[in-house]
Every structure is written in C-alpha cells, then in structure tokens.
T-cell receptor, first 113, second 113 residues
Framework: DQQVKQNSPSLSVQEGRISILNCDYT??????FLWYKKYPAEGPTFLIS?????DKNEDGRFTVFLNKSAKHLSLHIVPSQPGDSAVYFC????????????FGKGTRLSVIA | NAGVMQNPRHLVRRRGQEARLRCSPM?????VYWYRQLPEEGLKFMVY????????ESGMPKERFSAEFPKEGPSILRIQQVVRGDSAAYFC???????????FGPGTRLTVT
C-alpha cells in the first residue's frame, strides 16, 4: 500500500519554462513534506520542505504548494534549467519530531535546452 | 562541515557471504536512518537509530539484517548470508537532535552474485 504516490514517472520540459511535479498522499497523519533531488549514483539532496500548517513555501526557483483537503502537493521549478534534470522524490513523515520518511517512487525530470 | 559519509560505495558479495555497510553522520547529528532503494523504486525505510539505541526497526527484515550505532564510531548495517534479492542501493541519512530535515549520504551499492 503506497502512502505517497508520484503518478508521473517522467516529465520533459523546455529550458526556461515551468516544471510542475505532483505528489499525492493517503495518510492523514502526515504533517511534514519534503522534496529531494537525486542524480544517478548519488544520494538524495534535500530541496525544500513544507509543514502542514502552511500551504506554500518558496526558496528561489523552487516553490512547494500543499493542498491538505486534496492530500496533494506539488513542486514548481521556475525557470527550469538543464541542471535541474534529475529524479525528484516526494517524501512525508507523520508527527513532529525525527521520524522516518515515506518516499514516493520518483519523477524523472528532463529539461531540454 | 563534512556531509554524511558512507563506505564502501560499491560492494560485491557472493551469495551466503556477509555484507557490512558503514555510515558516519554529519557532525552534530545524533539520529541515523537506513533506507534501501530497489531499481525503479523509491527509498524504503529500514531502521532508525540513535547512539546505542534502536528507535524503530519496523522496516528491516527480521532475519539476516541487523543495525547498530555504537557510542563511538559509525553506524553499521549488517546483512548476513546475502541473497540476490539483497542487491540494491543502501542509503544512510542523518538528522540533528532537534526535528529537521534528513541529509543523505552517497549510498552503498550492493551487488550479490
């Protein structure tokens, strides 16, 4: 039973345009959400996070939106750059504190120059 | 400030041998998590440790797998009598004492022949 779902295995976007990566979750106890970026043969790199008390968090070109009623979050990258090409993982955790993360299967983003 | 370190980066074992994977957390981090990634899958939680304590091992197989985080030295994930299905990338993450993001190491790629 997948509690965190990334339904698009891949996404291609033109350089300079917006990339939108989506994530759905089923566990109502999740209250903290994170996005990680992963290059081949490397570990995931933390990108941005959002707490369930917010509906938006922005950091430079990256913005995460959270819709709690729909149990949906999305990551927007504007403008997209070729260096953004990687696999993006959505992750969630329940309760506050240091608890394990539950990951989606990832979306492979290709930014075409 | 060095990041999370894992070694070895690549490990080849024959069926039936033992695999030992090491993880040194970031300086100041006292929480360590182990995750496993199978091909085309997301990361799956295995075990969460603090110094000298296993906090949550709900994701770790009951047999052949064990983990420790001693008072001195790195955290170790040990797999006894490896089988082909153990072939995967094993990632370690660490987080500080106050709740925060988890930072990942580069991973150990285990191949069982």
């Amino acid at each position: 039973d997948q509690q965190v779902k990334q339904n698009s295995p891949s996404l291609s976007v033109q350089e300079g345009r917006i990339s939108i990566l989506n994530c759905d979750y089923t566990n109502s106890m999740f209250d903290y959400f994170l996005w990680y970026k992963k290059y081949p043969a490397e570990g995931p790199t933390f990108l941005i996070s959002i707490s369930s008390i917010k509906d938006k968090n922005e950091d430079g070109r990256f913005t995460v939106f959270l819709n709690k009623s729909a149990k949906h979050l999305s990551l927007h990258i504007v403008p997209s750059q070729p260096g953004d090409s990687a696999v993006y993982f959505c992750a969630a955790r329940a309760y506050s504190g240091n608890t394990p993360l539950v990951f989606g299967k990832g979306t492979r983003l290709s930014v075409i120059a | 400030n060095a990041g999370v370190m894992q070694n070895p980066r690549h490990l080849v074992r024959r069926r039936g041998q033992e695999a030992r994977l090491r993880c040194s957390p970031m300086k100041g981090h006292s929480h360590v998590y182990w995750y496993r990634q199978l091909p085309e899958e997301g990361l799956k939680f295995m075990v969460y440790l603090q110094k000298e304590n296993i906090i949550d091992e709900s994701g770790m197989p009951k047999e052949r797998f064990s983990a420790e985080f001693p008072k001195e030295g790195p955290s170790i994930l040990r797999i006894q009598q490896v089988v082909r299905g153990d072939s995967a990338a094993y990632f370690c993450a660490s987080s500080p004492p106050v709740p925060g993001e988890q930072y990942f190491g580069p991973g150990t790629r285990l191949t069982v022949t």
